[in-house]
Structures are given as C-alpha cells and as structure tokens.
C-alpha cells in the first residue's frame, strides 16, 4: 500500500558507501574510488594553502558538503564525475541546489505554464504611496516599489484606495527560481501572519520523467487549489536536467499535511509510470520517486534548504574524524551520528526536526 514502505534499503547503502569510500586530502580533494576526483584548480590550491587553517577546513567542508549533494542527496553528479566520462565542467563550489546555469526551454516552460491550473493569488500588506496621472498607482512593501493598474490588480472592495490606504495586490501564478518553473497556490504560498515559516514548512519531493512534470503540475495545482490551501510546487523548466531525484518539489505548510497526502494517493496512482525509483538521501520515503521531510529550523546559513542542511551535518561528522585521525568507517559513522543527536534530530527519522 502507498506509504506505509519501511525506510528503504538505498539510504543505508549510501550510508555505508559514505564512510567506507570517501576520502578527504588537505589539497582540497575529494576522492572515492567510484568517481572522478572532485578538486579545484591547482593553483587555486596553492592559494587556498596559505591562509589560516580553520579557513582551509571549512572550505574543505563546503566541498565535501557538495560532494555528498550531488553524488548522494540528488544524483546531480553522479553522470558528470563518472569514471568513464571526459573531465566534468563542474565547478566544485557551485550551488548544485540552485544552479543558475541552467537554460530554460521555452517550449517547455511554456507546456508548464498552460498546466498550471492557477489563477494567480492576492499578496496583502502593501502600501499606497502615490497615484500617478495615468491613474496607476505606486505600492510598496519592504523594499520593494511597484505601479500597478487598480482594476487589474486590486480586490473590488479597494479599488478606491487612497495615498496610505494598505492593500492586497494581485500577484502571477508563477515564479521563476534558479532552474524551476514555480506554481504559487490561489491563496498565496504562506497564511499570513502564522509564526515562523521555517517551523510550519514541509516538503515533498518528486523523481520524475518532463512528461510527469507536465502531468503532474496539471493534477497537483488544480487539486491543491480546489482546496484552498497555501502551496507552491516547483519543476526544473529544462528537461534535459531531469536527471536528479528532486525534479520537483512541493511546499506546503505541516497543519494541511492530511489534506496534501490526501492529494498525493489522488495523483501518484495514475502518473506512477512518470516516476523514477530514487529518493533524496534522508527523505522519508513514501513510495518510488516519492518523499518527504520539514523545512529545517537550525540552518548553517539562512537560506539552506534540507538537502544542503543535512549534507553539511554529514560533512561535519567526517571532517571531524578526519581531523582527529579516525577515518574508520566506525569512527566515522559515529562521528555523524554525534552531529545529528547535537542538533536534536533522530537518527532514525532524519527528515524530521526536533520536536
């Protein structure tokens, strides 16, 4: 029956490859016998040595961290770092996450678009400024400026805002982000006013083929916004790129959970011949190409999503050994183990936060 899978034998094999086949070098190396070394240019090597240790160490455990990204998490790597490939033109400190490199294709992009069964969603909290002669107005929120046209972006009841008036203003039913075509739910991608985002967030993500794309933007926004809930659910807008295990991925706060999982035995059934079998490491599997986890609440770095958070712990648990001269697979597993209890997180639930 969907989701009711133990977790899946796939993570704890990569578990197992992480600490018997990784090896660190202080010449900003990292090797494992299955791939091609992932370094930096020599002379960027020599440079890197001559400042400060601690700095050499956590740029090390940044490169480490991508390494475990893109090999483990979501398989970016795996084709480029190949033994039998020509030398990848992978940049190692690149953001695999976010990689703006990625060109869009139109045709594509566009089937997306017509797929999105949304409207677009009234943003609130904005305030006129100004009104121009034209009779557009000014409205800004935060540091953000805008004119828009009263008829076509304002709700009827304030039409005839006046200069300080605070508004809601009608907003697209898409985003663009670093590689996705993003869908933003009819009723926005956030209640207002309901605390911090980060502590609310869960997501869910999706292995599939571009045609499970298209088919599953289609069914997911019309679907999600029949019920009236926040949402947004991005897909890479390339299809050449769908050879990672987090093609797409669907945000949604944790208080509409039985609502979305509701959904998801709607969609998968059907569409389940778009998915491929593999999920991000350290997801909850729910069923082949299908997985969860919540937002991080305890980031590295404010805009860390869950796979990058929980590759940094990884890597930190290694570095660890490895600078303490234990890099037996014990030592290391333990070493892991150890940075996970001290942020709270279950071992054996990983895709959770401390609760």
């Known amino acids: 029956m969907l989701f009711d899978n133990p977790f899946p034998n796939q993570q704890q094999a990569a578990?197992?490859?992480?600490v018997n086949n990784i090896e660190i070098q202080s010449n900003f190396c990292i090797n494992h016998p299955n791939?091609?070394?992932?370094t930096i240019a020599d002379e960027t090597v020599a440079r890197f040595q001559q400042l400060p240790q601690d700095i050499q160490h956590k740029y090390l455990s940044l490169l480490l961290r991508n390494f475990l990204y893109g090999i483990y998490y979501n398989g970016y790597l795996r084709t480029p770092l190949a033994l039998n490939t020509s030398r990848a033109d992978i940049a190692p400190h690149q953001n695999l996450e976010n990689?703006?490199?990625?060109?869009?294709?139109?045709?594509?992009?566009?089937?997306?678009?017509?797929?999105?069964?949304?409207?677009?969603?009234?943003?609130?909290?904005?305030?006129?400024?100004?009104?121009?002669?034209?009779?557009?107005?000014?409205?800004?929120?935060?540091?953000?400026?805008?004119?828009?046209?009263?008829?076509?972006?304002?709700?009827?009841?304030?039409?005839?805002?006046?200069?300080?008036?605070?508004?809601?203003?009608?907003?697209?039913?898409?985003?663009?982000?670093?590689?996705?075509?993003?869908?933003?739910?009819?009723?926005?991608?956030?209640r207002q006013g309901n605390g911090d985002i980060d502590s609310k967030t869960a997501r869910i993500y999706f292995n599939l083929t571009p045609d499970g794309a298209l088919a599953v933007m289609d069914s997911m926004t019309k679907y999600l916004n029949a019920a009236a809930i926040p949402f947004t659910f991005k897909v890479l807008y390339n299809p050449s790129e769908y050879k990672r295990h987090d093609c797409g991925v669907l945000y949604f706060e944790r208080c509409d959970s039985e609502v979305v999982f509701g959904v998801m035995q709607t969609i998968y059934l059907p569409n389940r011949c778009h998915f491929r079998p593999e999920v991000p490491l350290f997801t909850k599997f729910l069923a082949p190409g299908l997985s969860f986890a919540e937002e991080?609440?305890?980031?590295?770095?404010?805009?860390?999503?869950?796979?990058?958070?929980?590759?940094?712990?990884?890597?930190?648990?290694?570095?660890?050994?490895?600078?303490n001269g234990n890099n037996t697979p014990e030592e290391r597993l333990k070493a892991i183990r150890q940075q996970f209890s001290q942020l709270g997180i279950e071992w054996e639930r990983p895709y959770l936060n401390h609760h």
């Open 296 to 323: 991080p609440t305890k980031k590295f770095t404010s805009q860390e999503s869950f796979g990058m958070n929980r590759c940094q712990i990884v890597a930190n648990g290694l570095m660890q050994a490895w600078q």
């Open 35 to 38: 791939y091609q070394p992932f």
């Open 15 to 18: 578990l197992e490859d992480i």
């Open 99 to 190: 990689n703006t490199l990625l060109g869009i294709d139109l045709d594509f992009y566009q089937r997306l678009h017509a797929n999105n069964q949304g409207t677009g969603y009234f943003d609130a909290n904005w305030q006129v400024i100004s009104e121009e002669t034209d009779g557009s107005i000014a409205v800004t929120k935060g540091s953000l400026t805008m004119h828009i046209e009263r008829e076509i972006h304002l709700k009827s009841e304030e039409k005839s805002a006046t200069i300080g008036s605070i508004v809601a203003i009608r907003m697209p039913k898409n985003l663009m982000q670093n590689g996705f075509y993003v869908a933003v739910g009819n009723v926005g991608q956030e």
